[in-house]
């Protein structure tokens, strides 16, 4: 019986490395698997000392282009509430690139900010052609420094998981220690001094590597104006629903977000409607990889209150995605708004860098 052409070699070696990435991600999510730091020698970059000692180090990023974003369908653009755009796989000579925890955009979706969960900057643009994302531009990598002048890593601290901006100020949220630190970017740039700020006592009450992940700064003319809203990965409240703060704001206090699929909060963005959207992920041997979005109105944060949302967008493993971390939205000169997401590869030579983006159809 003819059991038709054999496969080739390269679809052969496409079909292992998803095996193998999807074995590794439950593994990970089980704590089976130890992460696999990656060291690269590419001429010419930069090395973690030289990098260290210099205000700021240009590096080179190399993309490649994710032309669909199901593996199983090539020709589908439709996800839920969201249409595919672009995707890039990024990789770097720059032992210091990856672990992609947080990324924030300008208002025409060009120039951003990212940390890694280690502790460092990385500032470029995003290059285009039309509306594809083609590659990153002008990319330097700076240390994180505290309110002493030196790298946050210095005093232990690392695990930097959330970002939020309000103009020239950016925010950064450390998980293990569950601290917020505010950087003024008027006193230069990548260089200026983390400065702890006041926060709830509960936040630091926050469970070890499950505390803050996600911040998100609501802007004027919204409900909440002036709120920074600071979540927890996985800090439980009495009912098992998640744990957020209103920062700040007309009614400071905490509040819950209901959780559901046994999904964790990574990454939360304010759209212009005054919608909040969540990132979340989920790791399970059962029902293993997934990722999702949720949206949530504004309004219906208040102190104490429980919210919930419906979901416009869910993938898993079948689709290009990887340990999805974070999230920013922003405008286009058409009307459209897109959403850009990067995933935390954690410096394994098995998990990718990925920069995605999807227009919100019913935005």
């Known amino acids: 019986m003819d059991s038709g052409p054999a496969p080739s070699s390269a ?3 496409d ?3 998803l095996f193998t990435r999807r074995r590794f991600l439950a593994g990970a999510a089980a704590g089976l698997v130890p992460t696999v730091v990656q060291a690269q020698t590419r001429p ?5 000392d030289e990098f260290s000692a210099a205000a700021s180090t240009p590096i080179e990023v190399n993309a490649r282009p994710i032309p669909s974003f199901d593996t199983r369908d090539r020709g589908r653009v439709r996800f839920g509430a969201l249409e595919y755009r672009s995707g890039l796989i990024l990789t770097s000579g720059f ?3 990856g672990g992609l925890s947080g990324w924030r955009l300008d208002a025409k979706g060009e120039q951003f900010i990212a940390m890694s969960d280690k502790g460092t900057w990385f500032t470029g643009r995003i290059v285009y052609q039309g509306r594809q994302m083609t590659g990153l531009g002008d990319v330097e990598a700076a240390p994180m420094l505290g309110a002493d002048g030196r790298p946050i890593t210095a005093r232990g601290w690392f695990d930097t998981e959330a970002i939020a901006l309000d103009g020239a100020l950016v925010y950064i949220g450390l998980e293990r220690v569950n601290q917020i630190l505010r950087f003024d970017f008027t006193k230069g740039g990548t260089r200026s001094f983390g400065q702890p700020i006041p926060a709830p006592p509960a936040i630091r009450k926050l469970p070890y590597n499950k505390g803050l992940e996600a911040l998100a700064m609501v802007p004027k ?3 909440l104006a002036g709120t920074l809203i600071a979540i927890s990965e996985r800090g439980l409240d009495s009912d098992g629903n998640i744990i957020g703060f209103l920062i700040g704001g007309p009614q400071p206090g905490d509040f819950s977000i209901r959780r559901s699929g046994d999904f964790d909060i990574s990454d939360a963005v304010v759209l212009q409607s005054g919608d909040l959207l969540i990132l979340e992920r989920k790791f399970s041997l059962l029902t293993g990889v997934g990722i999702r979005i949720r949206r949530i109105a504004l309004k219906s944060l208040n102190r ?3 919210v919930d949302g419906p979901p416009v967008f869910e993938a898993d493993l079948g689709h290009e995605i990887d340990n999805m971390e974070g999230i920013d939205a922003h ?3 058409e009307g459209d708004t897109v959403l850009t997401m990067v995933s935390d590869d954690n410096f394994s030579m098995i998990q990718r860098t990925l920069l995605l983006q999807f227009t919100l159809m019913d935005a």
């Open 11 to 13: 679809s052969r070696n």
């Open 15 to 17: 079909e292992d490395k």
């Open 44 to 48: 010419k970059q930069p090395s973690l």
């Open 95 to 97: 032992r210091g690139f």
């Open 221 to 223: 003319g919204v409900p």
């Open 304 to 306: 104490g209150a429980t």
């Open 331 to 333: 405008v286009t000169s």
